[in-house]
Nanobody, 117 residues
Framework: QVQLVESGGGLVEAGGSLRLSCAASGRLSSINAMGWYRQAPGKQRELVARITNGGNTNYADFVKGRFTISRTNAKNTLYLQMNSLKPEDTAVYYC???????????WGQGTQLTVSP
């Protein structure tokens, strides 16, 4: 099993920056990729950014150039550096981990980000 705990959310003004963290524990060696997703009220959960064990990253178009995903070499902490935040970035942000030998994708409990105009 994999346990994921997010932190770092909060209230920030538009144009500001914030860094989210996700502490991972459990079967870390079975994780092939980790990512950040978000869900705004009334909307579906959507991919924000994802990073593989090989360091390959992909970003949603709406965060390219503003957000950066990174991970410690030990794979036990995932980060999302968010710059130039916009009110439309307001959402609950979830950490995700998946792997071929994991029974299912794992999710954290989420952390709320609110960006004020």
């Amino acid at each position: 099993q994999v346990q994921l705990v997010e932190s770092g959310g909060g209230l920030v003004e538009a144009g500001g920056s914030l860094r989210l963290s996700c502490a991972a524990s459990g079967r870390l060696s079975s994780i092939n990729a980790m990512g950040w997703y978000r869900q705004a009220p009334g909307k579906q959960r959507e991919l924000v950014a994802r990073i593989t064990n090989g360091g390959n990253t992909n970003y949603a178009d709406f965060v390219k150039g503003r957000f950066t995903i990174s991970r410690t070499n030990a794979k036990n902490t995932l980060y999302l550096q968010m710059n130039s935040l916009k009110p439309e970035d307001t959402a609950v942000y979830y950490c995700n981990a998946d792997g071929v030998f994991l029974p299912r994708p794992y999710w954290g409990q989420g952390t709320q980000l609110t960006v004020s105009p």
